[in-house]
């Protein structure tokens, strides 16, 4: 069998094969309900993803005489993706497989967050991994990276969040490119988020999502009509730009400066996972001000794109997320035009690991989903 990296997919093919990735086990009548497509095509379509790798037929007893249904279904082991998130101290990777389960996980120390360091740890890591799982790098798309800001004029260049002057005007994917043994992709850390929700987790659901990131600073990632919005700068969702940096602001950043002030030693993310909200009042009291504040954000954003759901994530660990979407209040969130539907509000299901399943995933959503005639995933 050939190796996925050496075989690009046809627009038709990334089409089924992402109905399959969006409802396996799924029937090839449902497939071509879905595509338009003649079920001949689907057949064929389906029989050359199995010829690849990428998917496979499972069976299901219905207790009924005849043959079984044969729906297909993902093959785990089809492919893989690698991922890079990064704070200002630490770094978090992972090897992923086709269905999005991470075979190999770990965080390490970053003692310097230069595009240099980054690559070179991303580097290491990915080949201690492959050697630790016996997955050979030919099976491996490609490795994307989750960046903390938004982009410049000249694609790749990033105007990073200022925890990272040393990311900022560099060209970091020829950096990356030339350190790591595969493709490389990159993102914001928003649109990386959003990206893993839809291929990966809650967001499977939704053809439209907003990801609310709490990271060093707030932004958002888009999904719309099931593809990834990024604008024409890739800079879409940067929502951070009504709340001054001149005031408290609903941020990484500033929860950080917020319990530095109340006498806890808080340097970074990691730091947070040892703080209970219902135990630490200052804590309490920035979850209950930024949920104020992200109220009115949230509102005036959902009206304007009108998504079906609304993920709460990001960099926070998984009880400060719960509780932050909890101080935002749905309900008054949405008062001031309750006579519409609004959109559903959710904690990410990705927990700590979104950012750095996010990344690996835009590494599979462009080698094997996205399509230039409009189909979504």
């Not at 009548?29 to 499972?58: M, P, Y």
């Not at 950043?253 to 109340?262: G, K, N, P, V, Y």
Request: charged share 20%; glycine share 10%; net charge negative.
């Amino acid at each position: 069998m050939t190796d996925a990296s050496t075989l690009p997919l046809t627009s038709s093919e990334r089409r089924v094969l992402g109905a399959v990735w969006l409802r396996g086990p799924v029937a090839r009548s449902v497939i071509a309900t879905e595509t338009g497509f003649s079920d001949g095509s689907v057949t064929r379509l389906a029989r050359e993803l199995q010829a690849r790798g990428f998917v496979h037929e499972g069976v299901q007893r219905a207790g009924t005489r005849g043959q079984p249904p044969r729906p297909l279904r993902l093959t785990a082991d089809g492919a893989y993706a690698f991922g890079v998130n990064f704070s200002h101290s630490y770094i978090d990777l992972a090897l992923i497989n086709l269905t999005g389960e991470p075979v190999a996980i770990e965080r390490r120390a970053l003692d310097r967050a230069t595009p240099e360091r980054i690559a070179e740890i991303a580097a290491e890591a990915l080949i201690d991994q492959l050697r630790e799982t016996g997955i050979a790098l030919s099976k491996v798309v490609g490795a994307g990276f989750s960046l903390p800001g938004d982009f410049l004029e000249t694609p790749h260049f990033l105007h990073a969040h200022a925890a990272f002057p040393d990311l900022r005007d560099r060209d970091l994917v020829s950096v990356f490119r030339a350190a790591l043994p595969v493709d490389v992709f990159v993102e914001n850390d928003g649109t990386c988020a959003a990206l893993g929700e839809r291929v990966h987790g809650i967001g499977r659901t939704a053809d439209s999502i907003l990801f609310l990131h709490i990271g060093h600073g707030v932004g958002a990632g888009l999904m719309i009509n099931g593809r990834p919005w990024r604008g024409a700068r890739g800079n879409a969702g940067t929502i951070g730009v009504m709340y001054p940096m001149s005031e408290p602001r609903p941020s990484g950043h500033d929860l950080f400066e917020t319990l530095r002030a109340s006498g806890l030693p808080i340097n970074d993310f990691n730091d947070l996972e040892s703080l209970e909200p219902q135990s630490c009042p200052p804590l309490r009291r920035w979850l209950a001000r930024a949920g104020e504040q992200l109220r009115r954000g949230i509102e005036y954003t959902a009206r304007t794109i009108d998504p079906e759901l609304i993920i709460v994530g990001g960099r926070l660990p998984p009880m400060t997320t719960q509780a932050l979407l909890m101080a935002i209040d749905v309900d008054a969130t949405f008062a001031p035009s309750r006579v519409l539907p609004h959109p559903r509000l959710v904690a990410s299901s990705l927990g700590p690991y979104a950012g750095v399943i996010g990344a690996a995933s835009v590494c599979f959503y462009q080698n094997f989903l996205a399509t230039e005639d409009g189909g979504t995933i």
